[in-house]
C-alpha cells in the first residue's frame, strides 16, 4: 500500500517567487489573529455595556437637579 503523501517536506508551505513560508508559521499567524480578534470583541462588549450603563443613569434623573414648579392659582378662593 503507497503512502497518500510520499514527501511532505516538498510542498509543506505557501511557495512564493523567492522564499517559501513553512505552514506551521501560517498556522501560528493566523491562530494570533484569531485570539487578537476574540480579545478585541470582548473588550468592544464591555465597553459598549458600560456606556449603556452610564447613558441609563444619565436617563434616569438622579443627576439632573429638581425643579420648582409654582402652585396653580385657586378661582374658587
Known sequence: ???L???PSDHSGL?????????????Q??????MA????QKATTETFT???EASE???RGERLPI???PEPANSQD
Do not use: C
Not at 15 to 27: A, G, R
Not at 37 to 40: K, S
Open 37 to 40: 480578534l476574540l480579545t478585541a
Open 67 to 69: 425643579l420648582n414648579f
Open 29 to 34: 499567524l493566523g491562530t494570533a489573529s484569531v
Open 50 to 52: 458600560a456606556l449603556g
Open 1 to 3: 500500500m503507497s503512502p
Open 15 to 27: 511557495e512564493l517567487f523567492l522564499f517559501t513560508i513553512p505552514q506551521s508559521f501560517l498556522l
Open 57 to 59: 443613569e444619565l436617563f
Open 5 to 7: 503523501n510520499p514527501n
